[in-house]
């Protein structure tokens, strides 16, 4: 359970924050509340808090000074700043040291509750150590771990040895669900910058256009919706480290401010002429080809190059061997904890099914896969009926899609009640991607196969869409269509023939 600190003389805030995460879904998180910067300082001393949440005039002193002493206590700590104005030149100034962000009032009860979700993850980034496991991975590890015994895997493991102490840019490359954040973080943590702040921003994520704004900070007036200024995370992470996951879909012109950052730690915000300098490291991670990008011109050669000082590689799951069966152990001894279930292990038939399985989503499906058998299983060992269709029959699985073709209004739900039946848990990442499967198929059938114009019409870079069509395993040859699928264009003859 997560620790959340309000330090407020206002009893409403701390009822509207108690509110908030009552019963929210998803988040287990506990409120305590001080009235005082001095009742706030002790509740620091006794809770270890995950997160702070300051407000900027107390009875005691401004935020300010509340603020630096938590931060003596507890540097890693997230401190979030509650403001009544529309501006603050305390809560900005606190954000230059070090402050997570901050909240206007009134408070809307989404934005709490999306903000402090996401200073909790990265509290629990910055305090929860990473270890890496020997043989046999411990069974109840307070740290997140690192397991796997295979050659590649033990590479990886040397890997993070080296470079954690040097003061260098890192690529980490594989594909999604590999664990690439888990080794950003097993880096920072036996960095010389342990003591400082560990901030992950997931580029693919973030608007192109908000981007920048989000790396950089903005000016006030910058552009529409820049009502009051804004602190960047290379402002904020002066000292520390930063990770970079998914770097490949960067706009060009963030591409060159990062460059420009990694050259000479110094930067604008956007819409100001003020260079402010920073200190940070760049751990950077891609499931993308950069070296093809590169030559295609959507990636800037000298960044690569800046980021690429050391390059570490994860395997796939595919290619891990046994180590399958450590990870599933692990986990299955890690979520009988957490579920409060005393599952004892898997059926022959079912380690057969799991052996058989490719994984195409790495270690992250193994957890969901995992996680769905157990919260099915009925007795004290995983069957293969416990496990989803999408372990159980994967091309039958892949090949959905391709029969629906574009469903209709009454089709969606159906298949989305059932898969709830299912117990799915990554539903909505489920359903992007049957969506993303059509939608791509559908514009790439319109544009002959064109990937640069495709890229036009759905408003994404051409290095973009090569990476969903290598995700949802698309081919672009005499007609568009899945993997082990039929063809989802209803006229396959009129699509010329392109490669990848």
């Given at each position: 359970m997560s620790v959340l600190l309000v330090i407020d003389d206002d009893p409403l805030v701390q009822r509207v924050f108690s509110r908030v995460f009552e019963n929210a879904e998803g988040m287990d998180v506990s409120v305590f509340g001080a009235e005082t910067i001095a009742a706030g300082i002790d509740a620091m001393a006794q809770l270890r808090p995950d997160v702070v949440v300051l407000d900027v005039k107390l009875p005691d002193g401004s935020g300010l000074d509340g603020f630096k002493q938590i931060h003596d206590i507890d540097p890693k700590v997230p401190v979030i700043f509650i403001t009544a104005g529309g501006t603050s030149s305390t809560a900005i100034e606190a954000m230059k040291l070090g402050a997570y962000d901050y909240l206007l009032k009134p408070l809307d009860f989404a934005q709490v509750r999306k903000l402090v979700g996401r200073a909790v993850e990265t509290s629990r980034a910055m305090h929860v150590p990473v270890d890496i496991a020997g043989v046999d991975p411990p069974v109840e590890a307070a740290n997140d771990v690192l397991v796997g015994r295979c050659?590649?895997?033990?590479?990886?493991?040397?890997?993070?040895?080296?470079?954690?102490?040097?003061?260098?840019?890192?690529?980490?490359?594989?594909?999604?669900?590999?664990?690439?954040?888990?080794?950003?973080?097993?880096?920072?943590?036996?960095?010389?910058?342990?003591?400082?702040?560990?901030?992950?921003?997931?580029?693919?994520?973030?608007?192109?256009?908000?981007?920048?704004?989000?790396?950089?900070?903005?000016?006030?007036?910058?552009?529409?919706?820049?009502?009051?200024?804004?602190?960047?995370?290379?402002?904020?992470?002066?000292?520390?480290?930063?990770?970079?996951?998914?770097?490949?879909?960067?706009?060009?012109?963030?591409?060159?401010?990062?460059?420009?950052?990694?050259?000479?730690?110094?930067?604008?915000?956007?819409?100001?002429?003020?260079?402010?300098?920073?200190?940070?490291?760049?751990?950077?991670?891609?499931?993308?080809?950069?070296?093809?990008?590169?030559?295609?011109?959507?990636?800037?050669?000298?960044?690569?190059?800046?980021?690429?000082?050391?390059?570490?590689?994860?395997?796939?799951?595919?290619?891990?061997?046994?180590d399958v069966l450590l990870l599933l152990e692990h986990f299955l001894a890690r979520f009988n904890k957490q579920f409060t279930r005393d599952i004892q292990g898997f059926s022959p038939d079912a380690l057969d099914l799991l052996f058989a399985y490719e994984w195409p989503g790495n270690v992250r499906e193994l957890q969901s896969a995992l996680k769905q058998a157990m919260l099915r299983a009925t007795g004290p060992v995983l069957v293969p009926e416990f496990f989803s269709d999408a372990v159980r029959r994967p091309s039958e699985l892949s090949a959905a899609p391709a029969t629906c073709g574009e469903p209709g209004d009454g089709d969606w739900p159906e298949l989305i009640d059932q898969r709830i039946r299912d117990g799915a848990e990554e539903l909505y990442a489920e359903m992007q991607q049957r969506m993303d499967r059509i939608l791509l198929t559908r514009v790439l059938q319109a544009t002959d196969g064109n990937q640069l114009q495709a890229a036009k019409i759905l408003g994404i870079t051409r290095g973009t869409l090569r990476s969903k069509i290598r995700a949802l395993g698309l081919e672009i040859s005499r007609v568009v269509h899945a993997k082990g699928s039929e063809s989802l264009v209803d006229d396959p003859a009129a699509v010329s023939a392109h490669s990848q």
């Open positions: 050659p590649a895997i033990q590479s990886v493991y040397k890997e993070i040895g080296r470079a954690a102490p040097q003061n260098v840019n890192v690529l980490i490359r594989g594909e999604s669900g590999t664990g690439k954040e888990l080794v950003a973080r097993a880096i920072y943590h036996h960095s010389l910058r342990s003591s400082g702040p560990f901030l992950a921003i997931n580029c693919a994520a973030i608007p192109e256009q908000l981007l920048e704004s989000e790396l950089f900070g903005h000016e006030k007036g910058a552009f529409t919706g820049a009502d009051r200024q804004r602190i960047g995370k290379f402002e904020q992470c002066t000292g520390g480290t930063i990770f970079m996951d998914e770097i490949g879909d960067m706009t060009p012109q963030t591409q060159s401010k990062v460059l420009r950052l990694l050259e000479d730690q110094v930067f604008e915000r956007v819409g100001g002429s003020e260079s402010i300098k920073t200190d940070v490291r760049i751990i950077a991670a891609t499931n993308r080809n950069l070296e093809e990008m590169v030559a295609d011109g959507d990636f800037r050669g000298d960044l690569f190059f800046r980021l690429n000082v050391f390059s570490i590689h994860l395997p796939p799951l595919r290619e891990r061997g046994e």
